[in-house]
């Protein structure tokens, strides 16, 4: 299993985060079959593997998540091996239903960044979480993405950013998945909190900061660059403090980016390159989330569109 993670890492450039997923998954079948080697398992054991974890309530989408890190292991290892056949090709989990990403209005959204009780506060913390949220906002990243942030470019012996900021030419650069890099441009409104945090960040730097931490763009309190779990902690307060109902976590407001700019500008390839998918069907949910608002309109506004009970 090491194995083919390294080979990941190393020919894939597939994100830790990626990695530790897939080594989780690839945990999975080791438990069920805690003596018997991965490399020899059959097609029958792999599909008595799925059928277990299905019965034990596990979701059709993480079932079809677990199957595919399988399969990914299987097609790496079946040459390597000189294995006949891939136990893992051919085998079916449960359909996963089809649901649309969930997104804030444009009103919550404002509600959300906009809090008359926050714009008062001036604390390093409070101005690095508006800073935050504005940024995932305006710009559509993954919570990976904006963690990885570093204020500038750098490139030392042992570190290379992994994203970073241009204030002066209003845009990130940002690696995303497959370590594809995109440019995202930066709104005035991001832009003016980005401004108002970074002359607040030297005071949350400590004598203690990591090097390769020294120069992130988001710090938290003990002066190590910025958690995702920090990240998910801090809009949840903001959420409640600003009554926006809902389980708001950072991907609501990639989710939020995209359809709101698809209502505005209607241009699907443009929110494919912004939000950094490679496949543009990927992007296409997001004009299911544009019908569903225009249908809420239409309901609501047309004289025979109501139906008496």
Known sequence: MEQWLDYLRTNKRYSAHTLAAYRRDLAQLTRLYPDIDLATLSNPQIRTAIARLHASQMSPRS???????WRGFYAWWVPLAK??????????????????????????TQALLDHPARQAQNAPIHLRDQAMFELLYASGLRLSELVQLDTHYVKKDNYESAGWLN????????????????????GRKAQEALS???????????????????????????GARISPRVVQLQLKKFAQLS???GQIHPHVLRHSFASHLL??????RAVQELLGHANISTTQIYTRLDFQHLAKAYDQAHPRAKRKN
């Not at 079809?64 to 890190?69: D, P, T």
């Not at 990403?101 to 009103?107: D, T």
């Open 63 to 69: 079932l079809a998540r677990i199957l595919s890190a």
């Open 83 to 108: 294995l006949s056949l891939n136990p893992a090709k051919n085998v079916k989990t449960p359909k996963v239903p089809k649901s649309l990403p969930k997104a804030l209005s444009v009103e919550q």
């Open 167 to 186: 204030l002066a030419e209003q845009e990130l650069t940002v690696k995303g998945k497959g370590n594809k890099t995109r440019l995202v441009p930066l």
């Open 196 to 222: 108002t945090w970074l002359a607040a960040r030297p005071s949350l730097l400590k004598p203690a900061t990591p090097e390769n931490d020294i120069n992130a763009l988001f710090l938290g309190e003990r």
């Open 243 to 245: 009554e926006v109902p």
């Open 263 to 268: 209502q505005s500008a209607q241009d699907l």
